[in-house]
Nanobody, 125 residues
Framework: QVQLVESGGGSVQAGGSLRLSCAASGYISSSYCWGWFRQAPGKEREGVATIKTGGGRTRSADSVKGRFTISQDNAKNTLYLQMNSLKPEDSAMYYC??????????????????WGQGTQVTVSS
């Protein structure tokens, strides 16, 4: 069983930055995928960025490329999302998710089994 706890959300003005953290507990090996997803009111949950726990290529949504960076600290079992140049359309509940790695790249679609409770990000114009 994997437990995920997000932190770091908040309210910022457009152009600002935030760093989200996701602390994992329980068994999470070097062969897991994990990443960040977000859901705005009235919209479907969408993948933001993903990475394999043992290292490997990251994936990110086109809407955040060049602005958001996913990273991890394997020793601390912690996932990060550095968000720069934030826009009002980035406002959403941000979730951390994890699941076993099944080969290829870590998916950006909603197929993960383990989810955190989310942290709210609000960007004002």
């Amino acid at each position: 069983q994997v437990q995920l706890v997000e932190s770091g959300g908040g309210s910022v003005q457009a152009g600002g930055s935030l760093r989200l953290s996701c602390a994992a507990s329980g068994y999470i090996s070097s062969s897991y995928c994990w990443g960040w997803f977000r859901q705005a009111p009235g919209k479907e949950r969408e993948g933001v960025a993903t990475i394999k726990t043992g290292g490997g290529r990251t994936r990110s949504a086109d809407s955040v490329k060049g602005r958001f960076t996913i990273s991890q600290d394997n020793a601390k079992n912690t996932l990060y999302l550095q968000m720069n140049s934030l826009k009002p359309e980035d406002s959403a509940m941000y979730y951390c998710a994890a699941d076993r790695y099944y080969g290829g790249g870590c998916p950006l679609n909603d197929v993960y089994n383990y989810w955190g409770q989310g942290t709210q990000v609000t960007v004002s114009s």
